[in-house]
């Protein structure tokens, strides 16, 4: 089975399991991802607006931006890393590529932190996304020019045992779940599990 192949049938389970999720999900679900935000007020953040089944990040997004600036992004084409534009919970918004919603007006700003979407994430930082690459190229360019943190957050039932990954797979820093934070770990560590 090739990457390709693995990756797509593990994005298939994940949605499966993304979904069950969601279902089930009632409020509250982004306390854990507000209490990390906490030790973070005033740095620039990047959330996302959610689609279909993906956790929701809103809520701790509007706390951020109480205390500091808050940015969406913004998919300018395709084969391009995203760029992010300044976020408030009552800015008007129109509909972007891929379904979600960005500013009318956007003022484009520069995160120290990224609130990564994803399809399902494993204990060793690895992160398997809609198959578009925006995520990855922008982690690559953003690392290269300063210190950025990228935050994986999910429902705790997206997590894999182990993703097929390539290369350019850009690895996440920390995942945040409804329930707890992780801290990836090397797939050789026996503590990985």
């Known amino acids: 089975m090739s990457v390709a192949e693995a990756k797509a049938a593990a994005r298939k389970a994940a949605f499966a399991r993304r979904k069950v999720a969601h279902g089930r999900a009632g409020p509250g679900q982004s306390a854990r991802l507000m ?19 993906e956790i929701d ?3 701790a997004m509007a706390e951020a ?7 969406i992004p913004v998919i300018e084409a395709a084969g391009r890393p995203l760029r992010f534009a300044r976020w408030t919970p009552d800015m008007p918004l129109v509909d972007g590529p891929f379904k979600a919603r960005i500013p009318a007006d956007p003022e484009f700003l520069v995160p120290e932190i990224i609130i990564v979407p994803l399809v399902a994430f494993d204990r060793s930082g690895g992160r398997l ?7 990855d190229r922008t982690l690559e360019r953003l690392r290269a020019e300063r210190a950025i943190l990228a935050v994986g957050y999910a429902f705790a039932a997206q997590e894999a045992d182990a993703l097929p990954k390539e290369p350019n797979d850009a690895p996440l820093d920390l995942v945040v779940t409804q329930t707890r934070c992780i801290v990836p770990r090397p797939a050789s560590d026996p503590l990985a599990r």
């Open 65 to 71: 931006a109480l205390h500091g600036p808050v940015a």
């Open 35 to 53: 209490e990390f935000l906490t030790d973070h007020r005033g740095k620039c953040i990047a959330g996302y607006m959610p689609i279909n089944s």
């Open 57 to 59: 990040p809103l809520p």
């Open 129 to 135: 996304g809609y198959g578009g690459g925006f995520y």
